[in-house]
Every structure is written in structure tokens, then in C-alpha cells.
């Protein structure tokens, strides 16, 4: 069984301040960890994933991810807030061999100018 | 190359009418997939299609089905509508799942927005 946690519903951020959006997640098995981001009234795009390479993955527009194994978290993170970074937020665990990924609820983010 | 397009963007229904939804993907992806968004809930798998001619449930089957009509295409049906049915739909495209699939990227469309009366 696989689950994934995204710990603040919401995030309020000064542009120009970090950005810490946080995931825990549970696997059985070696887990693949993705990104998404979804800006209003769009798709989901991916921002960057783990697949057992690097621990941290650098993805687009200046986000980055640590994988920890011995936390079970994936947290999102990027140096300065750019207004274009409002937007939801979606951690995604998937397992090979199952064919299914589970998404979190979502965070959103608000970037205050 | 238009990624991932799905018709209606929009749709209206009233309880007990019947829709099909179209989802179609020109990067030659074996695997597509449906899910609902719902406020608060992420999304939430209904069925997918790892391979044409294949079709599994996900998560929320109930009160839908699917067909892979060829590679492309995968279309969505509701037979009768509920209101418990109004949501945001969104079809998605990977290159595999499965054996394989744990680690590839999905491609999402732009999504329809069913409202059930």
C-alpha cells in the first residue's frame, strides 16, 4: 500500500522569501516520488521527480526535492518566491508494478508581493 | 504536437442524463488514465489502460466506464448521471505502467468541468 501526506493545506509567502512545501510519504517498495504543479483553472505539470537516481532533484523554474529515506519526505523547496509561483501544489508517490499513483490533497500556494 | 486534449472543456448535465467524455494523446503513450478532482481531495484514479486493449479500475470506478478505443483515444462514460459526479475531470498520458510504469511521467489535459443539477 502506498500513501502520501502534504502537511500544510496552505503556504503564505512573501515574493522573493523561500519556499517550504512539505510531503511525508509510505511505500512497501521503492517508491517514485513526483511534483505537479496546477495553476488555476489548468492542468497538472510536472515540476520534477525521483526515480532511485540523485537524492535531490532539481526541476523547473528553480524548485528543487530531497529525498529522505530515513524521514519518509519529499519537501519541495525553491530560494525566492516569484509571484507566477501562486498555484497548487501536488506531491504523487507511485510504485513500479502497480501501475497507480496516489496523489496528496494539495497545497496552495500564495505569494504575497 | 498537442500534448494531451480532452472535449467538453465544460458540461452541464442533468441527474439521470448520459455523457462520454474524450481524451485523446499524440505522444504515442501506452498508458492512459482518468481521475476526478474534487476540492480538498487531490486527485482520485477512476480507471486506467496500461496498454490498449486493457482497462482496470482505480479508486472511484463506481457509476463510470471506459474504453480504449485505439491508442490514442480514451473515453469516459457516465451512464447516469449523479450529482455526486460533479468534479473536474482530467485525462493523463504516460509512456508505461505496470512492470515498468512506477517511475514515468504522466502528462495531464486541461481538464472538463462537469456540473451535475
Known amino acids: 500500500a502506498q500513501s502520501v501526506t502534504q502537511l500544510d493545506s496552505h503556504v503564505s509567502v512573501s515574493e522573493g522569501t523561500p519556499v517550504l512545501l512539505r510531503c511525508n510519504y509510505s511505500?512497501?517498495?521503492?517508491?517514485?516520488l513526483f511534483w505537479y504543479v496546477q495553476h488555476p483553472n489548468k492542468g497538472l505539470q510536472l515540476l520534477l521527480k525521483y526515480t532511485s537516481a540523485a537524492t535531490l532533484v532539481k526541476g523547473i523554474n528553480g524548485f528543487e526535492a530531497e529525498f529522505k529515506k530515513s524521514e519518509t519526505s519529499f519537501h519541495l523547496t525553491k530560494p525566492s518566491a516569484h509571484m507566477s509561483d501562486a498555484a497548487e501544489y501536488f506531491c504523487?508517490?507511485?510504485?513500479?508494478?502497480?501501475?497507480?499513483?496516489?496523489f496528496g490533497d494539495g497545497t496552495t500556494l500564495t505569494v504575497k508581493p | 504536437n498537442a500534448g494531451v486534449t480532452q472535449t467538453p472543456k465544460f458540461q452541464v448535465l442533468k441527474t439521470g442524463q448520459s455523457m462520454t467524455l474524450q481524451c485523446a494523446q499524440d505522444?504515442?503513450?501506452?498508458?492512459m488514465y482518468w481521475y476526478r478532482q474534487d476540492p480538498g481531495m487531490g486527485l482520485r484514479l477512476i480507471y486506467y489502460s496500461a496498454s490498449e486493449g486493457t482497462t482496470d479500475k482505480g479508486e472511484v470506478p463506481n457509476g463510470y466506464n471506459v474504453s480504449r478505443l485505439n491508442k490514442r483515444e480514451f473515453s469516459l462514460r457516465l451512464e447516469s448521471a449523479a450529482p455526486s459526479q460533479t468534479s473536474v475531470y482530467f485525462c493523463?498520458?504516460?509512456?508505461?505502467?505496470?512492470?515498468?510504469?512506477?517511475?514515468?511521467?504522466?502528462?495531464f489535459g486541461p481538464g472538463t468541468r462537469l456540473t451535475v443539477l
Open positions: 505522444m504515442n503513450h501506452n498508458s
Open positions: 504523487v508517490v507511485s510504485v513500479k508494478g502497480t501501475g497507480k499513483s496516489t
Open positions: 493523463a498520458s504516460s509512456e508505461a505502467s505496470g512492470l515498468a510504469g512506477g517511475q514515468y511521467t504522466q502528462y
Open positions: 511505500s512497501s517498495y521503492s517508491p517514485s
